[in-house]
C-alpha cells in the first residue's frame, strides 16, 4: 500500500472496520461499512437476516445493513441510501478512497451502466 | 413477449411454482418434477444452487423446460459466478429463447454441503438486474452492443420478514428502479408480515410497478416445519403453526390444510398478482392447493378472458 492508503487504513480500519475497497460509500450508509458484509452487498441486505437482526454466515455479528438502516436517518445523507450502489471496481482495492474521491476516479463506472437515480 | 409476461400484462391471475432440483435422470426426470402441476402453472423456476447446493444449471433446466413446452424463470444467484459469467448466461439463455430471469443475491456457501468453497459476491442482486436491464436495452455492462437486444423479462426476490422489515419495500423498489417487473416473495409461514408488506407495497407505489407473487410452501410434516425455521436462512414459522400441525390428528392433512389458509389469504391482500409455489412434497400437493382454492387451470384462466382480473 502506498503511503496515503496506510494513513487511511490505519484512521479507518478501528473504528469501521475498513477493508479497503478504494472506493468508500460510508457517508450513504449511515457510517456503516457495506465491506463487512460477508457477501459485500451495497445497496441492502439479503433475505438471510436472522429474526434478532444478527447475520446469516455470521451469527455473532449483527447485520451490517439493520446497522445502516438504522442509523442512515441520523446522517446528512440520509436520503443516500436508497441510491443504487455500482458494482465494485475490483481494480481499486487497498489504494486510498480520498485519493480517488478527490481524483473522482472512484465515480468511474463501466460504459452499460445506467440506472435510475 | 414470453407467457408469464403476457398474462401479467393482461392483468391475469398468476401462478408459478419451484421446481425441485434435478441432478439426473435427464429430460424425464425434468417433466417429472412438474407434470403433476403442469396444468395450473403459468411458469416454472429453475432454481440456481439452491441452499448452497451444486445440482443441474438453471440455464440446461430452463432449456429442458422449454424443449418440453414448460415457460422456465430462470433464476440467477449472485454467489457462484462473476459479473462475466452472469453476463453469459443471460446471453446463454436469451439465444434459446428464455426471458424470465429472476435475480438473487443468493444463500451464503456456508448454508451448503460444501462450505469450504469460495463465495464470489461479485454482484449483488440490485447490481444484477441492473446489468441485465443493461443488456435487454442491448448493452452488455462494458457498454458493448448486443445486437439485436435480446428480449428479456426481468423478475427479483424480496423477503417480507427478514429484519431489517421496514427496509424491506424500499429495497424491492430498488429492485423494480434497477429492472424487476415482477416479484416472487420469500415464503411465509404467517400472513402478518406478509400483509405488512403489501400494504407498504401499495402505499409506496411498488404494487403498480411490479407483479407481487408471495411463494407459499407446502410440506409434509410438523418435522419439516420446525426444519425449516431452524435451518433456512431467512424463513421462520410461528410456533402455533408448528404446534397446531404436530397436535392433528393427521399431521400431513393439517400442514397442506395450513398452507392452503395462508395461500388463501395471500391471494386476497390488495396488490397480489398471484402465487408462488413451492412443494417438497412429492405427490401433486400444488395441484391439489389449486384445486382446493378454486384456481382455475392456465387454459381457463386464458381463456376467462384478457383485461379483467380472474376472479378465484
Known sequence: MKPLALIEAAVKKPVFGCQMCGQCVLHSTGMTCPMNCPKSLRNGPCGGVRPDGHCEVKPEMRCVWVKAVERAPKTPWAHEIADIRKPVDNRLWNTSSWANLLTKRDKVAPKGWRVEA | ??????????????????????????????????????????????????????????????????????????????????????????????????????????????????????????????????????????????????????????????????????????????????????????????????????????????????????????VRSPGALRFIDERVPGISVPEDVIERCERAADPEAECFDVACELADAARSLPGVRGLHLISFRKEAGIARLCARLGIPTREERETIGNGSRVAV
Open chain 2, 1 to 218: 413477449m414470453s407467457r408469464l409476461e403476457e398474462a401479467i400484462a393482461a392483468g391475469r391471475f398468476i401462478v408459478t411454482a419451484e421446481l425441485l432440483t434435478i441432478n439426473a435422470g435427464g429430460l424425464d426426470a425434468v417433466h417429472r418434477h412438474f407434470e403433476p402441476f403442469e396444468d395450473f402453472v403459468d411458469a416454472v423456476n429453475a432454481t440456481d444452487n439452491t441452499a448452497a447446493h451444486a445440482h443441474a444449471s438453471p440455464l440446461a433446466v430452463a432449456i429442458a423446460l422449454k424443449q418440453l413446452g414448460m415457460e422456465p424463470v430462470m433464476q440467477l444467484v449472485c454467489r457462484d459466478r462473476n459479473r462475466l459469467a452472469l453476463q453469459a448466461e443471460i446471453a446463454g439463455a436469451a439465444l434459446h429463447g428464455i426471458e424470465n430471469i429472476c435475480c438473487l443475491t443468493g444463500d451464503d456457501v456456508t448454508a451448503g454441503d460444501e462450505p469450504e468453497a469460495r463465495r464470489v459476491f461479485d454482484l449483488d442482486s440490485i447490481q444484477l438486474l441492473a446489468v441485465a436491464e443493461s443488456m435487454r436495452k442491448g448493452r452488455y455492462l462494458s457498454g458493448r452492443r448486443l445486437d439485436p437486444p435480446p428480449h428479456l423479462f426481468l423478475g427479483a426476490v424480496e423477503n417480507p420478514q427478514a429484519p431489517p422489515v421496514h427496509h424491506r419495500v424500499d429495497r424491492a423498489l430498488k429492485k423494480v428502479r434497477a429492472g424487476a417487473r415482477f416479484l416472487q416473495l420469500q415464503v411465509v409461514f404467517d400472513i402478518d408480515p406478509l400483509m405488512s408488506f403489501m400494504i407498504e407495497a401499495g402505499q409506496k407505489g411498488l404494487a403498480e410497478r411490479a407483479a407481487i407473487l408471495p411463494s407459499i410452501c407446502l
